[in-house]
């Protein structure tokens, strides 16, 4: 009985033996397998990360962009708000002026009193102004230009005067009429050379006189603007400029 018994567990021990390697291998390709499904996972998880960090980039670029045009009309809003309350304090102005005037018109006046030309009405003045101010806000840049030459000559000595003449010009820009708009620039930074929107207006200038081939008037103004008004960012601009030529 022993001798049958031992032959039976050496040949399933040799089987045993010999079952072993192709159960490693089988083992190993397993392993294999998952280690290459497991690459394909992270793989795609990574191509995943790179299309949401796209897709970050593109809506951060496109936001961006956004607010460059929200930072641009809110300017334009600022200015807008900034001249609207200009205008309520002239207004303000003009009501104590004509109240003042209307009193004074009460007072007997002396006999040697001469006879001063009569005034322009305030209130006639401020509506002209902001009507021609109401076609620059609507973009009816010729309809205002117009009304801007008319006011000033209208109104030559008004306190208004300054503005007329600077909307005026950038209102005549606009319509390509760039000899009107130079002629209106010159004029404004002559008149109130300490208004701060000065070099704006002698930048502009240039602008135009460039369009119309003067060149040298635009350089004579390219000179005045980096002279006068070094320090403000227009008159270093020109500043390179001159550099350049």
Excluded at 26 to 39: G, P, S, T, V, Y
Excluded at 67 to 84: C, F, N, P, S, W
Excluded at 104 to 122: C, F, S
């Amino acid at each position: 009985m022993r001798g049958p018994l031992v032959s039976l567990l050496s040949a399933l021990l040799l089987a045993a033996a010999l079952s072993m390697p192709a159960r490693a291998g089988l083992f190993d390709d397993e392993e294999a397998r998952q280690r290459i499904e497991q690459l394909r996972t992270e793989m795609t998880d990574l191509g995943k990360r790179v299309d949401t960090v796209s897709r970050n980039q593109m809506d951060f670029a496109n936001q961006v962009e956004a607010i460059k045009v929200d930072i641009a009309k809110l300017r334009g809003q600022i200015e807008v708000l900034t001249h609207d309350l200009e205008a309520a304090q002239k207004r303000q102005k003009d009501f104590y002026v004509d109240l003042d005037s209307r009193l004074r018109k009460l007072e007997p006046a002396p006999a040697d009193a001469k006879t001063e030309p009569p005034k322009a009405d305030p209130a006639l003045e401020t509506r002209d102004y902001e009507a021609a101010l109401a076609g620059l806000k609507a973009a009816k840049f010729k309809e205002a230009a117009a009304s801007f030459v008319a006011f000033i000559k209208t109104y030559p000595n008004s306190s208004l005067a300054a503005s007329a003449h600077y909307w005026g010009a950038y209102a005549s820009a606009q319509t390509k009429d760039h000899a009107g708009a130079a002629e209106l620039f010159g004029k404004f930074a002559a008149g109130w050379p300490k208004d701060e929107r000065v070099p704006t207006a002698l930048e502009s200038r240039v602008a135009s006189l460039e369009a119309i081939k003067d060149v040298k008037g635009a350089r004579v103004t390219l000179d005045l603007l980096a002279e006068n008004y070094p320090n403000s960012e227009a008159g270093k601009k020109a500043k390179l400029r001159l550099k350049k030529k």
